[in-house]
């Protein structure tokens, strides 16, 4: 696609329920990160691919949070036990290898009640 | 550790006026630098950036930032602002020295710059 593909654009969960939030990098693209943005605590890292491995997944808040990435392409972020402080847009964004350029998707708008 | 802080959450000028939204960073290594915009209920976009070389970098829209190592910042600056610079900005600093291959951020808290007509 033209962009980076993020789905759903807004989901809304019940607490202790599971959720997978899909990214769809701009073909060719072989990194792509995860990002937070919530209101308490900003713009956040999260993981990196490079391909289908994740080489640094330091900013995952939890063992509740994992990600994976299949055929160098599309990217789930699976929460799983959802509670009230994992409201937040997610953002995804992918880059060429060895380019600063990240391009961002329009995010995940995850609400947990 | 690096870390970005950004003076001033909120920013109002008038349609026409400078705009000047401040950041400072912190990094133990070179620093790779960033602007990022975001409208409402958009993603990120990215404004302008500095690597290497000449200090004074141009990005889209008009807008412009200069990397002062002495002083540590990174302000980003536009001559004239438009009704349609209304936005959260965001700077951000490259944590992974480039060498590592890739591009991990740590962002400031952001600034939402309004204008008036």
């Known amino acids: 696609g033209a962009g980076v593909s993020q789905s759903p654009s807004n989901k809304v969960t019940e607490k202790g329920k599971d959720v997978e939030l899909r990214c769809d990098p701009i073909?060719?693209?072989?990194?792509l990160y995860w990002y937070r943005q919530s209101l308490g605590q900003g713009l956040e890292f999260l993981i990196y691919?490079?391909?289908?491995?994740?080489?640094?997944k330091s900013g995952l808040p939890s063992d509740r949070f994992s990600a994976e990435r299949t055929g160098g392409s599309v990217s789930t972020l699976t929460i799983q036990r959802t509670q009230q402080e994992d409201s937040a847009v997610y953002l995804c964004a992918s880059s060429l290898q060895g380019s600063e350029d990240a391009f961002f998707g329009q995010g995940t708008r995850l609400t947990v009640v | 550790a690096q870390s970005v802080t950004q003076l001033g959450s909120h920013v109002s000028v008038s349609e026409g006026a400078l705009v000047l939204l401040r950041c400072n960073y912190s990094s133990s290594v070179p620093p790779y630098l960033f602007w990022y915009v975001q409208y409402p209920n958009q993603g990120l976009q990215l404004l302008l950036k500095y690597t290497t070389g000449a200090t004074l970098v141009k990005g889209i829209n008009g807008f412009e930032a200069e990397f002062k190592k002495s002083e540590t910042s990174f302000h980003l600056t536009k001559p004239s602002a438009h009704m349609s610079d209304a936005a959260e900005y965001f700077c951000?600093?490259?944590?992974?020295?480039?060498?590592?291959?890739?591009?991990?951020?740590?962002f400031g808290a952001g600034t939402r710059l309004a204008v008036h007509p």
């Open positions: 691919f490079q391909g289908n491995s994740a080489p640094d």
């Open positions: 073909s060719g693209h072989t990194a």
């Open positions: 951000a600093v490259s944590v992974v020295p480039f060498s590592g291959g890739y591009n991990k951020l740590i």
